[in-house]
């Protein structure tokens, strides 16, 4: 621990913060049901401590901001180290996967009616869909890579022209 | 009249002269915080990004290919490659002063930026393949064309390095003559978080693609924001206390707004990004088949340099450090610099530490 009285908080709190995360990360591994209030009072009991401790030190000073800007930085530092921890973890990914999976379950009957009823709508507007425009958007890109293909043989012949001539010129020469 | 007013506050004889000084100065700087954050409420400027002067060389597609004026002191040319879809690439170029592009530029090398350009739903076909062996080649001959180069050096950032070393490593008779990865995966199995949970256990990429076609920016944006959940608070934590700073606001405002616009990826490209480099991590393993060629880095024979973050949380440092075990280059130099993976080539943090270092090592061997 650190002589000076404000570090000695900032120590208390951080390993207060990785105690708590770790046992989150306990709860999340045994499939247990987190429970928020525990999971939060250790942080808000700590927080009141510490600012009871730092308002009853002595006059407020201009200091007193640079330590609270410090004291917070510390505190997301902290709560990111715990955050990424519970991120990296395989209940993590499998949550997400699921959530993912309930989001594509949703996503694709609506979507399919919705593009059908556009595509519908469009057509008897007699104005051109969404997907007709992007078919002719895919075929300029064709159109663009013939193109290119051509500029690229143009480029050869012209290169073996330039050859020739030059080959030309030395057996004349 | 601002700072008449805050020595207009009332002696206070209790008060050490020196804490006095300080309690104006707080308060000085309290007034500065809420006048800008009256400006950027009440008169938001779209901040001008961007500044080093450019030339389009040529266009493919969506992409572009950018030259950058120099006064072109060093012999070999530098081709950047940045990432594809996520962001834009300004951010190299991001304001005067804070740009990567000017400070190379401003050391004599002649730049090409590849701008991948923005996709849509019609380049959904587009695949890591195309990528790697039409447009990358197709600019890079470009950029040797413009620059009437024999040789070139190139650049690959973030996951421009995977796809420039595809491209390289297939294609050998490219005339290379330095290549750099910076912050840039290789070895996918110590690539973090992402690697996590993109787990073919938990991540099932054909249905995802399959149900979305193209993968939308809020999408990409959700899955970067999650990397680092504190990101926005902490951000704004600093834009609070140093809000009385005109040039942090400033750029603060470039840098937001780049960090604000997050790009699509095609779908197919998608596909067989997480596929093949994520999930089966093909890349280091030589096991990646383009254009008909295989993709060996052992091909990679000219002089190499990786570059990796300390605090990458997108390409940790374990995952861009392989590249210099794999590579059959004599020389090559594994530097890890201070920084996150934006931070590495953006800010202040990469003017003192990253941006030197990579033009002179460039410069010593161009």
Redesign the interface.
């Known amino acids: 621990m650190a002589d000076n009285p404000t570090q000695q908080l900032f120590d208390l709190w951080k390993k207060q913060t990785e105690d708590a995360g770790q046992a989150w990360l306990k709860m999340l591994g045994q499939g247990q049901t987190v429970d928020p209030q525990a999971f939060w009072r250790p942080f808000m009991d700590q927080n009141m401590a510490a600012w009871s401790k730092v308002m009853t030190q002595g006059t407020a000073?201009?200091?007193l901001?640079a330590q609270w800007?410090q004291f917070?930085?510390q505190w997301?530092?902290a709560?990111?180290k715990v955050?990424?921890q519970a991120?990296?973890?395989?209940a993590?990914?499998?949550a997400?996967?699921k959530q993912?999976?309930t989001f594509?379950s949703a996503?694709?009957p609506a979507?399919k009616a919705a593009e059908q009823q556009t595509e519908a709508t469009l057509s008897a507007l007699g104005v051109a869909s969404?997907s007709q425009v992007?078919?002719l958007?895919?075929q300029?890109?064709q159109v663009?890579?013939k193109i290119?293909g051509l500029e690229d043989r143009l480029d050869t012949i012209l290169k073996r022209l330039t050859e020739l001539g030059a080959t030309g010129k030395t057996v004349r020469a | 009249m601002k700072d008449h007013l805050f020595t207009m506050t009332p002696e206070m004889p209790g008060l050490p002269p020196e804490?006095q000084e300080?309690?104006q100065?707080?308060m000085r700087r309290n007034f500065l915080r809420m006048k800008h954050f009256a400006e950027m409420v009440m008169t938001p400027k779209e901040p001008e990004v961007g500044p080093t002067p450019r030339e389009e060389i040529y266009r493919?597609?969506k992409s572009r290919l950018w030259r950058y004026a120099s006064k072109r002191t060093v012999k070999t040319p530098l081709l950047f490659v940045p990432n594809l879809g996520i962001s834009r690439p300004y951010i190299f170029d991001l304001m005067h002063n804070g740009s990567f592009i000017e400070y190379m530029t401003g050391q004599g090398f002649d730049f090409y930026l590849l701008d991948w350009g923005v996709f849509?739903?019609?380049?959904n076909?587009l695949t890591v393949e195309d990528a790697v062996t039409?447009i990358l080649p197709?600019l890079a001959k470009k950029a040797l064309e413009s620059s009437e180069a024999t040789e070139m050096s190139v650049l690959g950032y973030c996951m421009g390095a995977p796809l420039s070393a595809c491209f390289l490593a297939s294609q050998p008779e490219f005339p290379l003559k330095n290549y750099i990865n910076m912050a840039g995966p290789i070895d996918f199995a110590h690539v973090?978080?992402f690697g996590?949970?993109l787990?073919p256990?938990?991540?099932?990429v054909d249905?995802?693609v399959d149900?979305?076609g193209t993968i939308p920016a809020d999408m990409v944006k959700l899955g970067f924001k999650?990397l680092?959940?504190?990101m926005d608070?902490?951000t704004n934590?600093n834009l609070w206390?140093n809000l009385w700073n005109p040039e942090y606001v400033s750029g603060f405002n470039a840098l937001n707004k780049w960090a604000n616009e997050y790009l699509p990826f095609p779908g197919e490209f998608f596909r067989h990004w997480v596929k093949d480099f994520y999930q089966q991590n093909k890349l280091i393993k030589g096991e990646l088949t383009m254009g008909g060629r295989s993709v060996r880095l052992e091909r990679i024979s000219c002089p190499v340099l990786a570059v990796g973050a300390k605090e990458d949380?997108i390409a940790p440092p374990n995952c861009v450090k392989p590249l210099i075990s794999v590579v059959s280059s004599p020389d090559r130099e594994y530097v890890e610099l201070p920084g996150g993976h934006i931070s590495l080539i953006a800010g202040r943090g990469a003017s003192i530490h990253c941006w030197p270092k990579v033009a002179a090592w460039l410069a010593a061997r161009s």
């Open positions: 000073s201009p200091d901001m800007k917070l930085d997301i530092a709560w990111a955050l990424e991120m990296s973890t395989e993590f990914a499998k997400m996967g993912l999976e594509l996503a694709t979507k969404r992007v078919s958007a895919a300029l890109v663009e890579e290119e | 804490m300080r309690m100065e707080e493919k597609n849509g739903p019609e380049d076909s039409k197709r973090g978080l996590t949970w787990d256990r938990f991540f099932d249905r995802y149900t979305l999650l680092k959940p504190t608070l902490s934590l206390w949380n």
